[in-house]
């Protein structure tokens, strides 16, 4: 499956974004989808991941109760709706997918497929 991110910007503090995470080659139901940041100078985290049929979710601490993650498989395409941006969210946002057994995954190397970043800057 190969992962597109898009939807990223530069936004004022208390802005909202949405990203998406068009996939092709396979169906997106067959993937558990996550999301990821990485800061400059810092390692990659863990945002949040979504079950294969969309109804659970699992976030990071930073990311509970302002950051919700979305799939519609019918468009193969999963969300990141960001409310209430901080300047510390600043990051390069990745969304990456797997098919193996269960679905709860927090570790990057968890996931066998991985989208190209958007970059998202928040100023305060």
């Known amino acids: 499956v190969q992962l597109q991110a898009s939807g990223g910007g530069l936004v004022q503090a208390g802005d909202s974004l949405r990203l998406s995470c068009a996939a092709s080659?396979?169906?997106?139901?067959?993937?558990?989808m996550g999301w990821f940041r990485q800061a400059p100078g810092k390692e990659r985290e863990f945002v949040g991941i979504?079950?294969?049929?969309?109804?659970?979710?699992y976030y990071a601490e930073s990311a509970k109760g302002r950051f919700t993650i979305s799939r519609d498989n019918a468009k193969n395409t999963v969300y990141l709706q960001m409310n209430s941006l901080k300047p510390e969210d600043t990051a390069v946002y990745y969304c990456?997918?797997?098919?193996?057994?269960?679905?709860?995954?927090?570790?990057?190397?968890?996931?066998?497929?991985w989208g190209h970043g958007t970059q998202v800057t928040v100023s305060s």
């Open positions: 990456a997918a797997d098919d193996r057994l269960g679905w709860l995954r927090i570790e990057s190397g968890r996931y066998n497929y």
């Open positions: 080659g396979r169906t997106c139901s067959s993937y558990v």
């Open positions: 979504i079950n294969r049929s969309g109804d659970t979710t």
